[in-house]
């Protein structure tokens, strides 16, 4: 099973921009599909975006399409989340995780094995 760890949230101002990290270790990271989630006080956690293990796909939810980039760096067991024109609606606790599938972009929570603590993201308007 792989550990992961997010770094990179902090406070930015509206129309900035952040970019979270997720470093893994433990198993090979290039077979494992990476999503990135966030859960906002007080709602669910839902799913941002996810790359595959290549890195070839691709998946955004439509509330950050065209303002989110998720990316990955297999050498260094790393896969960001480039934020940018952030709203005080992006506020929220941003997590990664995993699910080893070698072709796939995983999409549904629930196929995910492993987590990151999570890295506190808050937009100030």
């Known amino acids: 099973q792989v550990q992961l760890v997010e770094s990179g949230g902090g406070l930015v101002q509206a129309g900035g921009s952040l970019r979270l990290s997720c470093v893994a270790s433990g198993s090979p990271f290039s077979s494992y599909s990476i999503g990135w989630f966030r859960q906002a006080p007080g709602k669910e956690r839902r799913i941002v975006g996810a790359i595959s293990a290549s890195g070839i796909r691709t998946y955004y939810a439509d509330s950050v399409k065209g303002r989110f980039i998720i990316s990955r760096e297999n050498a260094k067991n790393t896969v960001y989340l480039q934020m940018n024109n952030l709203n005080p609606e992006d506020t929220a606790v941003y997590y990664c995780?995993?699910?080893?599938?070698?072709?796939?972009?995983?999409?549904?929570?629930?196929?995910?094995?492993?987590w990151g603590q999570g890295t506190q993201v808050t937009v100030s308007s």
């Open positions: 995780a995993a699910d080893q599938a070698w072709l796939t972009v995983t999409v549904y929570e629930y196929e995910y094995d492993s």
